[in-house]
């Protein structure tokens, strides 16, 4: 069993910057990958960006150029930062990790994910 908790969400001032966490917990044996996905009403859920168990980044369109992502494994958490927001960086936020279990399986799970407001 495995749950993400998302955190970081809320009213974000355009211009300003964004700090999500996650945090997986349960029987983790090694952490994949985690991501970072978003979605608006009406519309398919979009990658922002993803870290690697190595700590390598991959960016989505939205993320590009004005973000940050990490992962500790200490601590099974994923940070992004993204900077300069948007009234169109408003939408849902999901967190995604592809972890394997103590079990020796390999799962993937989401989260309930987190809403994000970018508003004056």
């Known amino acids: 069993q495995v749950q993400l908790v998302e955190s970081g969400g809320g009213l974000v001032q355009p211009g300003g910057r964004l700090t999500l966490s996650c945090e997986a917990s349960?029987?983790?044996?090694?952490?994949?990958?985690m991501s970072w996905y978003r979605q608006t009403s009406g519309n398919q859920r979009e990658l922002v960006a993803s870290v690697g168990g190595d700590g390598s980044p991959t960016w989505g369109r939205p993320a590009k150029g004005r973000s940050a992502i990490s992962l500790d494994t200490a601590e099974n958490t994923m940070t992004l930062q993204m900077s300069v927001l948007k009234p169109e960086d408003t939408a849902v936020y999901y967190c995604y990790a592809n972890v394997q279990l103590t079990t020796g399986a390999t799962i993937s799970v989401w989260g309930l994910g987190t809403q994000v407001t970018v508003s004056a």
């Open positions: 349960g029987t983790i044996s090694t952490i994949f990958m």
